[in-house]
């Protein structure tokens, strides 16, 4: 076999061997990247809600710091998301997200007198809203 046949050969051994080998990485580079997540017991509650017409910008942000105020003195809060990126159904003004430790916090929050106090508050200057909470089995 001339050499120039070898290396042509020798070429394309290392050609086919490379191809495995990038195949074999974009594979497990692939299985490597899936998503890793896990189901929490903790409860969100979702709150989609529109301002009352003539709601100045500083008494909305005056209402959406008040959340912060209310979610620290409710035990069982764990996180809250007050900037939406995007709000759906588009017609409303925006939405606001509390986590909460357990199916029990939930509840309570819902009695809480810091919720109460807020509540009615919000009332005044929210047009109208939309609350949903989820967790896991």
């Given at each position: 076999?001339?050499?120039?046949?070898?290396?042509?050969?020798?070429?394309?051994?290392?050609?086919?061997?490379?191809?495995?080998?990038?195949?074999?990485?974009?594979?497990?580079?692939?299985?490597?990247?899936?998503?890793?997540?896990?189901?929490?017991?903790?409860?969100?509650?979702?709150?989609?809600?529109?301002?009352?017409?003539?709601?100045?910008?500083?008494?909305?942000?005056k209402a959406l710091d008040s959340i912060k105020d209310m979610a620290g003195k409710v035990p069982?809060?764990?996180?809250?998301?007050?900037k939406p990126v995007r709000t759906q159904p588009r017609d409303y003004s925006g939405v606001f997200?509390?986590?909460?430790?357990?199916?029990?916090?939930?509840?309570?929050?819902?009695?809480?007198?810091?919720?109460?106090?807020?509540?009615?508050?919000?009332?005044?200057?929210?047009?109208?809203?939309?609350?949903?909470?989820?967790?896991?089995?």
């Amino acid at each position: 076999m001339k050499s120039t046949s070898r290396i042509a050969l020798l070429n394309l051994a290392v050609a086919l061997i490379a191809a495995g080998i990038s195949g074999e990485i974009w594979r497990v580079s692939r299985v490597a990247a899936q998503n890793k997540f896990g189901q929490p017991k903790t409860v969100i509650h979702l709150v989609i809600y529109k301002w009352k017409d003539g709601i100045s910008d500083a008494d909305k942000q005056k209402a959406l710091d008040s959340i912060k105020d209310m979610a620290g003195k409710v035990p069982g809060v764990k996180n809250i998301w007050l900037k939406p990126v995007r709000t759906q159904p588009r017609d409303y003004s925006g939405v606001f997200a509390i986590e909460f430790a357990s199916l029990e916090a939930a509840a309570d929050y819902a009695e809480h007198p810091a919720h109460e106090a807020w509540s009615k508050s919000w009332q005044t200057i929210r047009e109208t809203s939309i609350s949903e909470q989820v967790t896991n089995p």
